[in-house]
């Protein structure tokens, strides 16, 4: 079971790794900062469903082409794409 709160601490990371690859100081971090901008933005999305349906099982990082996002397994064993 993942609380709300745990998918905010995850939420909050995301932000601090967006300041940093903002900076643009390796080659690589714009690719980086927007992989990590749409993450944080699926995120948003699984937050927020989470606060209407309630807690879920399990969720872990996906990527789909150039897309990046959250696989969302919730209570009633069902799984779920959010990106982007």
Do not use: F
Not at 31 to 38: C, E, G, N, V, W
Request: hydrophobic fraction near 35%; charged fraction near 30%.
């Amino acid at each position: 079971m993942i609380k709300l709160e745990v998918l905010e601490e995850v939420c909050k990371g995301l932000e601090e790794m967006m300041k940093k690859y903002k900076r643009n100081q390796i080659p690589g971090d714009k690719d980086r900062y927007d992989a990590t901008k749409q993450a944080h933005a699926a995120l948003r999305k699984v937050i927020l469903t989470t606060t209407i349906k309630g807690d879920i099982q399990s969720i872990s990082p996906i990527q789909n082409g150039k897309k990046y996002g959250w696989a969302v397994i919730d209570n009633d064993s069902n799984l779920k794409n959010y990106s982007a």
